[in-house]
């Protein structure tokens, strides 16, 4: 019998990579089968977060493989059946723009473009700092798309950042067995 296999894909949101690696590891550590992907942002950009060498070596490291970070390398995911469930961890509100406009032109939005369209379980980790500001439209619609899933998510800082939204990643685990059976993890606001 053949792991479940999970796409672990990555956005921008650089101050949410040290806990969606821990995430990461804890899939790895319930003997799923996890394929790396980032978007061009999140594998080329050096920020004060951290170096994005050192980020892309410490993923290939936890998942034993090549990260996905092409667009061409990203579209097989879907025909070829890679993945059981796709999730977007960070996933920032121009990912979501992007998904719910189906724009695809990094290899996240590719990724997810490919798996959506074998109808497999997408699951959204949100990080954006407009959650309730002008990216809303965009969860909303997103919410209502079928095989598409949330991690639950709360303000982040509703004083100094009134608009920001963040999953609570810790419940990511959770999540995946949800999305696996079709079934959305709830509440999805907390």
Sequence with gaps: MSKTSIGFAMCGSFCTFSKALVQMKKLVELKYDVLPIMSFTAANTDTRFGKAKEFTEEIEEITGKKIINTISAAEPI????????????PCTGNTLSKISNAITDTPVTMAAKSHLRIL???????????GLGAT???????????NVYFVPMSQDD???KPNSLVSHFELI????????KSSQYQPVFR
Excluded: F, H, M, W
Excluded at 120 to 130: I, K, M, S
Excluded at 136 to 146: P, S, V, Y
Excluded at 173 to 180: D, G, I
């Design 78 to 89: 879907g025909p070829k059946k890679l993945c059981d469930l796709l999730l977007i961890c």
């Design 120 to 130: 497999r379980p997408l699951l959204l980790c949100v990080a954006t700092n407009d």
């Design 136 to 146: 809303a439209q965009n969860i909303g619609k997103l919410l209502n798309t079928k």
């Design 158 to 160: 509703y004083i100094n």
């Design 173 to 180: 685990p959770q999540c995946v067995e949800s999305a696996l």
